[in-house]
């Protein structure tokens, strides 16, 4: 069947303000950001911060260290490889869809005739 605005490559864990903010700071830092650094680039509350790192870290696209910085620990978030392909796909998606409603193609244009008659 075609289906041309199922956009499957939108992943549901990154559909989501915070998470995009998230994931789109961490591709940027490729080294990683600490947890307080992360959290005012994206100006989030120290809990929906680690709610959705939580989330994030579950389905494996980000990781947490802990990592010594002078004499007391420091939280360190990095995007994984995986994480960063699962990303960049989702953004190539987003594109696809933005395309798509800025540039309607005909069969697309057809489509919608057929639906109001």
Do not use: W
């Not at 075609?2 to 961490?26: D, K, M, S, W």
């Not at 790192?53 to 696209?61: F, M, R, V």
């Not at 620990?73 to 990095?78: D, F, L, S």
């Amino acid at each position: 069947m075609n289906a041309p605005f199922a956009y499957e490559g939108l992943e549901r864990i990154f559909h989501e303000r915070g998470r995009l903010g998230v994931c789109t700071c961490l591709v940027a830092h490729a080294g990683g950001m600490s947890f307080t650094s992360l959290q005012d680039a994206c100006a989030l509350t120290d809990g929906n911060l680690n709610r959705h790192l939580h989330a994030l870290a579950e389905t494996g696209i980000v990781a947490l260290s802990r990592e010594k910085s002078g004499r007391r620990a420091v939280t360190i978030v990095r995007i994984t490889d995986d994480g960063r392909a699962r990303f960049l796909a989702y953004i190539d998606e987003l594109e696809a869809v933005v395309r798509a409603a800025r540039e309607p193609k005909p069969a697309v244009a057809a489509m919608r005739l057929a639906t109001t008659s």
